[in-house]
């Protein structure tokens, strides 16, 4: 265990989270409305991660709606988008319809995650019971006999000691608690990975985040206002093949996919300005250990399709808050309450993540396999729905609400 040579600052809690995204944040929040004393400790200085992603599906602007702050939080910079589309070369085609869901806002929103997790800790800094700690790097467990007991941190000032009741592994799926628990996860594979970059974007450029597929690449692409930030689809561990192939194709790829982005391409500059950003998908047989609890991605790492990995992460938190926030403002929480937990989230991750390896095998892997530039049409269930709009509803409903939403429980 990593020690500062001076006495550790300690703290002493009901709750402990360990990790400040979507989970951590939302888990925080609701805790400390119901009168957890609880503490979130955050290992960088601020939420601003390229890597973080932007969606926030209507199920989550559901919770936020529960939570009376649906009408303050869109008030933030957003896209709004009722309609998924891809681009197959020269087609566009619509693939999920989310303006018959049953929910309040039918629409997916496209939000900075930076943005969104500001707005979490602003709303929970104003209940008493709330402390955030940035800077604040897990490094090893605290132990009570079989128990977890709380957590060692590295700060800028030194060792941080937290004590708690409860400690909730929310660091995602490289997860320092998860490892110094010792709880192992299964790993399913995926068959790509994705180059990651931004590229400026231009008034007269498409007006919403899409995806862009043809001739055996895929390029998914955001809108950050002034700027596209791009995922570049590449088969699982072929990066270095890339790198050594030079950046010039990797421009003359991205131009190919979105030929209105021909004349922006060379700001990317060399490969510094491209990230590696691993897919993996996992799951954790056992979430929970006595007085250790994990949650979002460190309890199952999702694959980026659909883009539901932030709200199972959100649903898991909701679960977690209506089953725990009662027993930890008594002061105990039994393993048999946090297996309540995994039992309630298990069965949609596991569906989710089904779903999930399904599309990654039999469209993903199908695309990425084709010969670069050769012509591709769209997938024949894809070509249907255009036929048949009411199929869009389909993956509408699984991407937006998914498989179990879970609501906010009033204490």
């Not at 930076?114 to 104003?126: G, K």
């Not at 396999?369 to 709009?389: C, N």
Request: net charge neutral; charged share 25%.
């Amino acid at each position: 265990m990593e020690r500062s040579t001076s006495v550790p600052e300690k703290l002493d809690c009901r709750c402990c989270i360990v990790g400040g995204g979507p989970a951590g944040m939302m888990l925080g929040f609701l805790l400390a409305r119901g009168g957890v004393d609880v503490v979130v400790l955050e290992k960088h200085a601020d939420f601003l991660r390229d890597f973080r992603g932007d969606t926030i599906h209507p199920s989550t602007l559901e919770v936020m709606h529960e939570l009376h702050l649906l009408d303050e939080f869109l008030k933030r910079p957003h896209q709004e988008l009722p309609h998924l589309d891809v681009q197959f070369g020269p087609t566009a085609l619509t693939i999920a319809d989310f303006t018959h869901l049953p929910t309040r806002c039918k629409f997916l929103a496209f939000m900075p995650q930076w943005d969104f997790l500001d707005f979490l800790a602003e709303q929970a800094e104003r209940c008493p019971t709330f402390h955030l700690r940035m800077e604040a790097e897990v490094t090893d467990l605290l132990s009570d006999g079989e128990r977890i007991a709380g957590v060692m941190a590295k700060t800028p000032q030194g060792m941080l000691e937290v004590r708690a009741e409860l400690t909730v592994a929310a660091d995602g799926r490289s997860s320092v608690v998860r490892e110094r628990a010792g709880l192992r996860s299964m790993a399913f594979g995926a068959p790509m990975d994705a180059l990651w970059m931004r590229l400026s974007k231009s008034p007269d450029d498409p007006g919403q985040s899409t995806g862009r597929v043809g001739g055996g690449r895929i390029l998914a692409m955001i809108d950050r206002g002034d700027y596209w930030q791009c995922a570049y689809v590449i088969p699982k561990g072929s990066a270095e093949e890339w790198r050594k192939g030079g950046l010039q194709v990797l421009r003359d790829e991205i131009a190919r996919l979105a030929p209105f982005l021909k004349g922006r391409v060379d700001e990317l500059r060399d490969w510094n300005d491209v990230k590696l950003l691993t897919v993996l998908v996992d799951r954790l047989p056992r979430w929970h250990l006595p007085g250790l609890l994990c949650i979002g991605d460190a309890a199952h790492a999702m694959s980026p399709i659909g883009g539901v990995g932030i709200n199972l992460a959100i649903q898991d938190a909701v679960a977690a808050a209506n089953v725990l926030t009662v027993p930890l403002r008594a002061g105990s929480v039994s393993e048999s309450l946090l297996h309540r937990v995994q039992k309630r989230r298990e069965l949609p991750t596991r569906l989710t993540q089904g779903m999930q390896r399904f599309l990654q095998t039999h469209a993903v892997e199908r695309v990425l396999a084709r010969p670069g530039g050769q012509p591709m049409k769209p997938p024949r269930v894809f070509r249907l729905m255009q036929h048949f709009p009411c199929l869009r509803r389909i993956p509408a409903r699984l991407i937006g609400v998914g498989f179990r939403p879970e609501h906010v429980k009033e204490l």
